[in-house]
C-alpha cells in the first residue's frame, strides 16, 4: 500500500479543475462552513465505528507518458477493534493468500489489535489526567482526513471562497474551493507541509454537514529531508468519491495518480484506485 501521507494526502485536498457554481461568499463564509461540519462530525464518528468493510486496490504501473505497463490488486478486510479500523490482507492478484504470506499477516493483524488496546489505555490515562498536550490516534481514515482539514482551518493554510456547487449522487452540494495561502510557512509535520501545496475543491452537502467528494492536486513539489529521501512531484492528484446511505456519506472510490521519487535512483508513477465494497455493521470486539 502506498505510504500513510500520501493517502492521507488524498482524503484532505482537493483538485483545481474547473468547477463552475455561483459565489456564495469568501474565505470566511468557507471556514464558517468548514467549522458547521466539523462540529457535525462528532454526532457521525460513533455511526462509522462499527462499520466492517472490504477494501480493493488496484495499481497501475505508468511509464513517462502516463500509459499502464502493468496491474496488480489486493483486497483488504477492515474490521472495527477497540475503537479503531484495522486491515487485513486477504487476496493478491485474486488469489487468497497461503503459507508464509498468510502467516506473516495473521501475525501483523495480532500485533495491531495488540497496538490498539495499547493506546486505548493511553488515551484513557491521558483523559484522566486532563492531559492538555495528549491529541488521541485518529481511529481510521476519516478521522485522519477530518483532523487534517480541522488543523489546515487553525493553521489558516489556504485562502479560498464557498460556490454553490453542481449536484452529486442526487444531493445539492455547495464547494469550498481553496488553493495555498501566499507566504504560508507553519506546517508543523511533513504532511501538512504536503498538504499546504496544494489546491482544490471540497464538496459539502449543506443538509447533512459532511464532505461528500474531494477532489486534489499537488501545485508546488513536495521534498523530504531537502530531497535526499524523496521527492513528490507536482501534477500528483486525487480524486475521492462517496455516496449516501440516507444517514451519512461512506466512501466509494478513491482515485490517486501518484508521481514520486524515492531517494535519488526510483521513480515511482502510479495510479492507484481504492474500492470501498460492502458496507456492513459489526459489533466492536
Not at 222 to 239: I, P, V
Not at 253 to 258: G, H
Request: hydrophobic share 40%; with cysteine.
Amino acid at each position: 500500500m502506498l505510504p500513510a501521507a500520501l493517502l492521507a494526502i488524498a482524503a484532505a485536498v482537493a483538485n483545481p479543475s474547473a468547477t463552475h457554481g455561483e459565489p456564495i461568499g469568501d474565505k470566511e463564509a468557507a471556514r464558517a462552513l468548514l467549522a458547521r461540519v466539523l462540529e457535525a462530525r462528532k454526532a457521525i464518528r460513533p455511526l462509522e465505528a462499527p462499520l466492517r468493510y472490504d477494501q480493493l486496490v488496484t495499481t497501475e504501473a505508468l511509464d513517462a507518458e502516463r500509459r499502464v505497463r502493468s496491474t496488480s490488486t489486493a483486497l483488504y478486510e477492515y474490521r472495527p477493534v477497540a475503537g479503531f479500523h484495522l486491515w487485513k490482507l486477504r487476496e493478491l492478484d485474486g488469489q487468497p493468500i497461503r503459507g508464509r504470506r498468510r502467516a506473516e499477516e495473521e501475525r501483523r493483524y495480532r500485533e495491531a489489535i495488540e497496538n490498539a488496546h495499547r493506546q486505548v489505555e493511553r488515551d484513557r490515562e491521558a483523559a484522566e489526567r486532563s492531559d492538555p498536550d495528549h491529541e488521541p490516534v485518529p481511529r481510521n481514515g476519516m478521522d485522519l482526513f477530518y483532523r487534517i482539514v480541522e488543523d489546515a482551518l487553525e493553521l489558516d493554510m489556504f485562502d479560498g471562497e464557498l460556490l454553490e456547487g453542481p449536484s452529486w449522487r442526487g444531493r445539492a452540494m455547495q464547494v469550498v474551493r481553496f488553493r495555498p495561502r501566499p507566504g504560508f510557512r507553519g506546517a508543523p509535520n511533513r504532511m501538512l507541509g504536503a498538504v499546504s501545496r496544494c489546491a482544490g475543491e471540497l464538496w459539502v452537502d449543506p443538509e447533512s454537514l459532511q464532505i461528500a467528494r474531494v477532489r486534489a492536486e499537488l501545485i508546488q513539489n513536495q521534498n523530504f529531508f531537502a530531497g535526499l529521501f524523496g521527492r513528490l512531484y507536482a501534477g500528483t492528484r486525487a480524486d475521492v468519491e462517496s455516496e449516501f446511505d440516507g444517514r451519512m456519506w461512506l466512501p466509494q472510490r478513491v482515485t490517486m495518480t501518484v508521481d514520486a521519487r524515492v531517494f535519488f535512483f526510483r521513480r515511482i508513477r502510479r495510479q492507484v484506485h481504492y474500492d470501498f465494497l460492502d458496507f456492513r455493521a459489526e459489533a466492536a470486539p
